[in-house]
């Protein structure tokens, strides 16, 4: 069991790093398509607060998104290709 769970650590982790880079990507891409402008960085002192606040919203907003969907899709891909439920924490009740 011990086994599976490192295995299970792994592929959740590889799937979310790429995942991450993808939504990262994305959210990049579409802030430059509304604002015409790079991202701001939050600790640019030349960096409007407004651009910052909502950067990070629009990012904070999409790697959450993502996350629930990336943990979805890899339990239930773990389940269809290994036969069992990914071993991911006991549900709370």
Same mark, same amino acid.
Do not use: Q
């Given at each position: 069991?011990? %086994?599976?769970?490192?295995? +299970?650590?792994?592929?959740?982790?590889?799937?979310?790093? #790429? !995942?991450?880079?993808? #939504?990262?990507? !994305?959210? &990049?891409?579409? +802030?430059?398509?509304? &604002?015409?402008?790079?991202p701001p960085v @939050?600790?640019? /002192?030349?960096?409007?607060?407004r651009e910052v *606040?909502?950067?990070? !919203?629009?990012?904070? &907003? %999409?790697? =959450?998104?993502? &996350? #629930?969907?990336v943990n979805r899709?890899? =339990?239930? @891909? +773990?389940?269809? *290709?290994?036969?069992? /439920? =990914? /071993? *991911?924490?006991?549900?709370?009740?």
């Amino acid at each position: 069991m011990e %086994g599976s769970r490192l295995l +299970w650590k792994l592929y959740a982790g590889a799937i979310g790093a #790429v !995942a991450a880079l993808a #939504v990262n990507k !994305a959210l &990049t891409a579409a +802030w430059r398509a509304a &604002t015409g402008s790079e991202p701001p960085v @939050s600790d640019d /002192p030349d960096a409007r607060a407004r651009e910052v *606040v909502l950067w990070a !919203a629009a990012s904070a &907003t %999409g790697i =959450a998104i993502a &996350t #629930v969907a990336v943990n979805r899709f890899a =339990a239930s @891909s +773990w389940e269809r *290709v290994i036969g069992s /439920p =990914a /071993p *991911v924490r006991a549900k709370r009740s």
